[in-house]
């Protein structure tokens, strides 16, 4: 079955830097756009960044572009999610997603930028 598994969240100062991970199982990783979304408390799930099968195009949010970084790694089954000069308002869980026919989510990691 389809399985995705989030990683590399925690608590980091403004300013400072956190690598996520998602390594996925269960349907044929290289042939899927995949997409970084996060939840802040009391706010809707919002896109953060996308990527395409192959990498060869992203996409980002306003909120995150110039900071934040997505790739994959199609050998290793995993996408990455580099999130530089973070703000408290990156503050929420992150989730990575992938669409086949169905929506499907990992559990999601927490993130929290705070001083």
């Known amino acids: 079955q389809v399985q995705l598994v989030e990683s590399g969240g925690g608590l980091v100062q403004p300013g400072g830097s956190l690598r996520l991970s998602c390594a996925a199982s269960?349907?044929?990783?290289?042939?899927?756009?995949m997409s970084w979304y996060r939840q802040a408390p009391g706010k809707e799930r919002d896109l953060v960044a996308r990527?395409?099968?192959?990498?060869?195009?992203?996409s980002y949010a306003d909120s995150v572009k110039g900071r934040f970084t997505i790739s994959r790694d199609n050998a290793k089954n995993t996408v990455y999610l580099q999130m530089n000069s973070l703000k408290p308002e990156d503050t929420a869980v992150y989730y990575c997603?992938?669409?086949?026919?169905?929506?499907?989510w990992g559990q999601g990691t927490q993130v929290t930028v705070s001083s």
């Open positions: 997603r992938v669409a086949l026919g169905s929506n499907y």
């Open positions: 269960g349907f044929t990783f290289s042939s899927y756009t």
């Open positions: 990527i395409t099968s192959t990498g060869g195009v992203t």
